[in-house]
């Protein structure tokens, strides 16, 4: 059966029509809609991180108070840019949450992408070395990161305070957490290199590179050679795969003012220098929302779905979202809310 949760990419602005105002507004109720979206049975909150921008930022404290509020979704980020990250701090408050969640943290993370700063990255204290790239430098802090949480030695003991030198691993430890990692791979070649780190697969509604075959065709030919991949290298447990997708049901005036002239085709633009693919919003009838995603061959591949949420408009009107989809929707898919 599918796992389905949402997506909040956390916009806040004091603009007409926004119930997200403040930096506090998002905060607070994005715990809100996890534990809305609980209590109609879905299985997952997750939420975007972004730096410099009126956008939900530093996901741990957050996270942490999602998952003391909640007692089943997995709670997870969708994605952390690791280009900003201290690679130890980070192991200590994920397992911090992952502790106090009870074993429900899903973190989605990866080298980044196109932030409103330039470099941002460094202002946090971290510029790669010469010779290699921002990307390059994502990619060492996941690998010291993914050790730190698995429990490796990562610094040298002092005889004075311990009575022996050894190597200390972080502490506290969150048993498990490290199966629970995710990659988000923005192209078919990531999605491989992942696949041969032994991360799960975390996938959007946009891929860095277009072969001229529509987004969903795309993404499939992406998560069957992460699944190819995930096999040749021999790993001992089953991966997850997880796609996002836009579904807005039209169920009355309100939300045709809103969404119902928005498009229904992928979208083919330039970013970071080359040709992207951006998937699809489905905007429409329940019954035809239905039919679509049920045709949707990367949904039919994936294991779990992640549903963007429009946040600005608050906790009562995703809620009467997420409940439309639940019952209308996401049986067409496999899914059934959870007890």
Do not use: C
Request: glycine letters at 10%.
């Amino acid at each position: 059966m599918t796992n389905v949760g949402f997506l909040s990419f956390g916009h806040y602005q004091a603009v007409p029509g926004s119930q997200t105002r403040t930096a506090g507004d998002v905060l607070l109720q994005s715990i809100d809609l996890a534990v809305a979206a609980e209590e109609l049975g879905l299985d997952g909150a997750y939420f975007r991180v972004h730096h410099f921008a009126r956008q939900l930022a530093s996901p741990f404290p957050l996270l942490a108070a999602v998952g003391a509020r909640t007692s089943r979704i997995e709670i997870g980020t969708g994605v952390i840019d690791m280009r900003y990250e201290n690679p130890m701090y980070m192991a200590e408050d994920a397992a911090a949450a992952d502790l106090i969640s009870g074993g429900r943290l899903e973190l989605g993370i990866s080298r980044g992408s196109p932030e409103t700063a330039v470099r941002g990255y460094e202002s946090f204290g971290h510029v790669p070395p010469e010779g290699m790239s921002d990307a390059d430098m994502a990619r060492a802090h996941t690998e010291l990161f993914r050790a730190a949480i698995a429990g490796a030695g990562v610094v040298d003991s002092d005889p004075r305070m311990t009575g022996q030198s050894v190597r200390l691993p972080v502490m506290p430890q969150a048993p498990g957490l490290s199966d629970r990692i995710w990659w988000g791979a923005g192209s078919r070649a990531t999605g491989e290199w992942a696949a041969q780190q032994g991360m799960n697969l975390m996938s959007s509604t946009l891929l860095t590179e277009d072969t001229g075959v529509p987004f969903d065709e795309l993404q499939l030919e992406q998560i069957q050679l992460y699944k190819a991949a995930w096999a040749a290298a021999g790993w001992d447990r089953t991966p997850r795969v997880s796609v996002s997708r836009s579904v807005i049901p039209i169920l009355d005036a309100q939300d045709r003012a809103w969404f119902g002239a928005r498009s229904g085709e992928d979208q083919v633009g330039h970013l970071d220098g080359g040709l992207a693919r951006f998937g699809k919003s489905y905007v429409g009838a329940p019954d035809v929302l239905a039919a679509e995603l049920a045709a949707d061959v990367a949904v039919q591949e994936a294991d779990t779905v992640l549903l963007t949420v429009p946040n600005q408009l608050g906790v009562e009107y995703n809620t009467r979202l997420l409940s439309a989809l639940a019952e209308h929707v996401l049986p067409a898919i496999d899914w059934k809310p959870r007890a």
